[in-house]
């Protein structure tokens, strides 16, 4: 790369992160640039895939191990805030109860974040929606396939 260039994209990126940080939370711009639980889960006893209203989608995937979420990934192809919030989702989902997972509430996401700003709180919503969809489908699918009735160890 040549210099002019380079200084010209470090320019630029510093200008979004500038635009960036008048907008989001510090939490909030470090889980978009390096989100957690990214992802899915192969072979996921648990999933769900919603569209928003937005028209992004949000999917997560799980394992489930003594009861509890072993495993957790997200994908999204939404905004920054959708990225944000399916990383906090699942961080605070991970290593949870199935039952304490489905509590996990769009202001639970909000609040782990440091807030959204008005226009992305239903990413939020979004992420949660999905979570609890996921727990939904794998209890489910326990129901219809008695093979899965236990949970795995
Ligand atoms: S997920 Fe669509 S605007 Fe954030």
């Known amino acids: 790369m040549s210099s002019d260039f380079e200084k010209t994209v470090n320019e630029l990126q510093a200008s979004i992160m500038e635009d960036a940080r008048k907008v989001y939370s ?3 711009i470090e889980r978009w640039l390096n989100p957690r639980n990214q992802g899915e889960v192969r072979n996921a006893d648990g999933f769900a895939k919603i569209k928003g209203p937005c028209g992004d989608t949000m999917q997560i995937s799980f394992k489930v191990k003594g009861g509890r979420l072993s495993r957790i990934k997200f994908m999204t192809d939404g905004c920054a805030s959708s990225i944000a919030a399916g990383s906090m989702a699942t961080e605070l989902a991970q ?4 039952e304490e997972a489905a509590k996990i509430s769009q202001q639970m996401i909000l609040e782990g974040l440091d807030g959204l700003p008005e226009k992305s709180v239903q990413c939020a919503l979004l992420a949660s929606n999905t979570l609890k969809k996921a727990i939904k489908n794998y209890f489910d ?3 219809n396939n008695p093979a899965k009735q236990r949970y795995k160890e």
Request: without cysteine.
């Open 26 to 28: 510090e939490k909030v």
């Open 141 to 143: 699918s326990k129901k």
């Open 95 to 98: 290593g949870d109860k199935l």
